[in-house]
């Protein structure tokens, strides 16, 4: 969870959510343990959806903001672990807000004091992190509830019937979140949206990640690669400057694999100071080819390896710097900092407000269209 990251829902929405499980309605435990009956509210409105693939690979999901609860993949010695932070119940992540998992909309990362201008109108968004709109707001989708539908055992759709005026943001929005679970241990998402008036719109997932299998450890020894030559630097407010600086000679360089902990803690760089650690995004050298190895994060415990494919140019890197110890999660375990990190394909933050950047607007005949792949594979 970003600090100063808030959240207001509304009394009425928290109660119905928080209402006790149907108790008539009992079904197994997850490979990753959960419980789905701890994800169904009385009104029915929420629950845990399970794809699977031929190699034992599991993925829930809850219809609570799109959000990937668990993933269950193979280490070197063939156990399958957990390898993302989250919840064992829909009350945990109504009363503990964070951003775990989450298919994030209309705008991921942040938009400068809230401002966007459309056609010559400025529009106020809400502002929910130091001054500025984070993540769609402090409604965005991510406290919303999808549509989830299960199509086969691999796949599974999220879609979000958007209002014109959701949190500020213009325009009637239908967005559509498909996983496909694949039989290489690769979860593609894939994000489509439609509106009725031009609109911004800028999705992705926000799942955080500990490849070790163990939530407890910190991330700092997991070796990161990122396929990027540059990255958009941020004020001591997390906004972006504008700019777009190369990573030679600076910590922010993964273009030859190192440890996420190895400049970490480099504060005299300015840019680790204001982000508390790594909480920037990379310009990827990748330009929209999603074939092209975007980022690669390893695990040298487990021997677990995620790559990241994406059509996006760019993708925001968080080293969990503000996981503080106050939240519990699965099973109990405190997250503390550094526990996990988050590899957020996306467009870059305040896009809408640097026109010189790929563009976030979306027009009423046009298709959004953003792709992101989770490939898993194991290196003994």
Known sequence: MKKGTKLILNAGFIMALLTACNPQIKKDLTVSGLDPQNFVTEDGSTSLFTIKNTNGMEVCITNFGGRIVSVMVPNKNGTLVDVVHGFDSISDYISKPSDFGAAIGRYANRINKGIIVIDGDTIQLPTNNFGHCLHGGPQGWQYQIYEGKQLNDTTLTMTMHSPDGDQKF???????????????????????????????????NHSYFNLSGNPAKSITDHILYVN??????????????????????????????KPIGQDINNFDFIQLKNGNGYDHNWVLNT?????????????????????????????????????????????????????????????????????????????PEQTYHSECIFKFTVEK
């Open 287 to 363: 330009n929209g080819d999603i074939k092209q190895l975007a980022a690669k994060l390893t695990s040298p415990e487990s021997g677990i390896s995620l790559e990241v494919y994406t059509n996006e140019p760019g993708i925001q890197v968080y080293s969990g710097n503000f996981l503080d110890g106050t939240l519990s999660g699965k099973k109990g375990i405190v997250y503390n900092q550094r526990t996990a990190i988050c590899l957020e394909t996306q467009h870059y933050p305040d896009t809408p407000n640097k026109p010189s950047w790929p563009t976030a607007f979306l027009e």
């Open 170 to 204: 213009p325009g009637a929005v239908t967005a559509t979140v498909t996983y496909t679970l694949t039989n290489d241990n690769a979860l593609d998402i894939c994000y489509d949206a439609t509106t009725d008036k031009k609109t911004v719109i800028n999705m992705t």
């Open 228 to 257: 990027a030559d540059n990255y958009t630097p941020v004020d001591s407010t997390y906004m972006t400057t504008g700019e777009i600086a190369t990573v030679k000679n600076t910590p922010m360089d993964f273009t030859t694999p």
